[in-house]
């Protein structure tokens, strides 16, 4: 069996040393880096299963680094956990705003560190898995995996919220049929009866700007409502 690799990216050199020795007897295969700018340039190349980082580094800052690594598709999936010192509740909700998947503060115990790791790495595991179906839709340059609930804009993440993801798979997995504002409203709202057709027009145009230059995609068909049209050679 292949060890899983942890990169480990601290600029304390002592407890980067100790993070080394503790993984390493966990089985994983461990690399360390003591600033921002070599982990990228490496994790860009030499893909690690997990990341174990400080957010304070001497080049570019933690969540710097964490939405560099998420913004691209060949390297989004990757769990990136925060190891700090830092306990406002500010630091922690931005790290997980970054994508970050756990953050944990010093001091640590060494046997829930392991343990918060491996669960990371199960969970992406799960999520690989739902990754490489059948349900994926493609047009383009635009993917949408509603397993993962998750869209790519050119194997960039979109930042998608889930309303916003329903009324983007809603109409796309069901391209070319045009829907009124009320059959939208009763497929991805709860309680849809309390809203009216207003909120469906702001929730279009709030995910047209996120796609960008695939916003025609979602066509107003005036009097009706909207349909979801994709011809291969207008992109």
């Known amino acids: 069996m292949m060890k899983e690799r942890i990169f480990i990216i601290e600029d304390e050199k002592e407890l980067a040393d100790l993070l080394e020795n503790i993984f390493s007897k966990e089985n994983f295969k461990v690399q360390k880096f003591y600033s921002g700018l070599s982990a990228l340039k490496e ?4 893909k690690p299963d997990v990341i174990l980082m400080s957010l304070i580094l001497p080049d570019l800052s933690g969540l710097q680094l964490c939405k560099e690594i998420k ?3 060949e390297t989004a999936d990757i769990p ?3 190891l700090t010192n830092r306990n ?3 630091d922690i909700l931005n790290a997980f705003n970054f994508g970050c998947a756990d953050y944990i503060i010093k001091p640590f115990n060494e046997k829930i560190l392991v343990a918060r790791v491996k669960a990371c790495l199960k969970f992406k595991s799960n999520r690989v ?3 490489n179906n059948e349900n994926i839709l493609k047009y383009g ?3 949408i995996n ?3 609930y998750e869209a790519y804009l050119d194997k960039k993440l979109i930042d998608l919220t889930p309303l916003e993801f329903k009324l983007l798979y809603f109409l796309a997995k069901k391209h070319g049929k045009v829907f009124s504002r009320g059959q939208i409203l009763e497929e991805i709202y709860e309680n849809y009866y309390e809203r009216g057709d207003r909120s469906i027009d702001i929730l279009v145009n709030r995910l047209r700007k996120k796609l960008r230059k695939y916003a025609g995609l979602i066509e107003t ?3 009706v409502g909207y349909s979801f049209k994709f011809e291969e050679e207008g992109f």
């Open 43 to 46: 994790i860009k190349t030499n």
């Open 71 to 73: 913004e691209f598709k």
């Open 80 to 82: 990136i956990i925060v």
């Open 88 to 90: 406002d509740e500010y």
């Open 129 to 131: 898995s739902a990754n």
């Open 141 to 143: 340059g635009l993917e």
């Open 146 to 148: 509603p397993d993962a």
């Open 221 to 223: 068909i005036y009097g």
